[in-house]
DNA sequence: TCCAATCGTTCGGCTTGACGAACGGCAAAC
DNA sequence: GTTTGCCGTTCGTCAAGCCGAACGATTGGA
């Protein structure tokens, strides 16, 4: 969540936007169907867009609307196994690993998992909206939905929501997955 | 990229997000430091919000602007090992499986690779603004910017720049890892 | 050199979003 | 029954966004 003003965030975002695109300032405008002296003013940071003149600004420059409201991004980062700031379980035998949290508008977080047979990794549902997806590495793991739970093997693949009372639980000792949380 | 009306979506956000923060309008509006009839407009879908009101909608509803713009999402999907759509290189040892495309507004798609020792994976760079997200599952990897690459193992995670000439090769046969891209 | 075209900015007008106040509806307290 | 409080909606006023036109600056061609 960004906390600098969106203003200057969306100035700043039209402005290389539509260099990327390499339109004219008048050319964007008469795209977009506003008035180059509207467009003119919003990269200069003055002026508080509606959401339909920042639509069609979109719809123009062919990308989504959240490009133009949330800022740019990192450079180079490694994590080396077992380094991450890991979350053990009390209750289950597991270690989750947080990989890369959400970048703004990015709204997927990815983990490493490292599990053991034992309890299940989790039964409460997240927030409303939350999907997960699962990658198994290593061993055999079964997760999904609690009611209708599947079994993995190293590269299988398993999507299911996260807002629903789900179960992973590793089959094998030393089972490993990836995990990516997606959130609404 | 949604083509829906925006005003239509931002209505529906807004009476959603509000709902599951169990605010009333009036409640919301006060936090948010705008006339309630406003607000009332605004979820009745007609009304063209700036965005300085819908960024104060956010931020007292404690969700990041994007999530008033963007729309739901999917259920349930297995993708066994090996069944996914298959990409194969014709000129490297590596099979890139996507498990799971961008979701409008997520960002980040998910890959299962399966390298083999040989030539790298990659040398042009994507669209600007793309990272990659890659952990390692099984075997040995070098990946990373082209002038400065980094060896992995099983459980290793590299961020890097996508939009910067990369690589990614196998340094055992029977490698596999998971690739997250980002884009902007 | 002059002209034509395009660039991006600035200036009045008209339209529209945001505001505050008043409204009717509903529930709990007196 | 009446009062009090909060709910969400509607109405009139005012400020601000959006527009079109005119502007100076720059470039390329006749």
């Not at 969106?6 to 405008?29: M, T």
């Not at 008035?35 to 989504?64: F, R």
């Amino acid at each position: 969540m960004s906390n600098t003003a969106p203003l200057d965030v969306i100035a700043a975002s039209l402005r290389r936007e539509r260099d990327r695109a390499g339109l004219s300032l008048s050319e964007l405008a008469k795209r977009a169907g506003i008035a180059k002296s509207t467009l003119s003013q919003l990269e200069s940071g003055s002026g508080n867009p509606s959401v339909e003149t920042l639509w069609s600004l979109g719809v123009a420059l062919g990308v989504p609307f959240s490009r133009l409201v949330d800022p740019p991004v990192p450079r180079v980062h490694l994590i080396r196994a077992g380094e991450g700031p890991v979350v053990h379980s009390e209750r289950a035998h597991y270690a989750a690993s947080l990989l890369a949290s959400c970048p703004p508008g990015a709204r997927r977080d990815i983990y490493w998992l490292a599990l053991e047979p034992g309890a299940a990794r989790e039964s409460e549902p997240h927030m409303p909206g939350t999907v997960e997806h699962i990658i198994v590495c290593t061993g055999r793991v079964r997760a999904g939905l609690m009611d209708s739970p599947v079994d993995l093997g190293p590269g299988d693949y398993l999507l299911y929501p996260g807002d629903l009372p789900h179960i992973c639980l590793a089959l094998e000792a030393g089972s490993t997955a990836t995990l990516v949380m997606e959130h609404i």
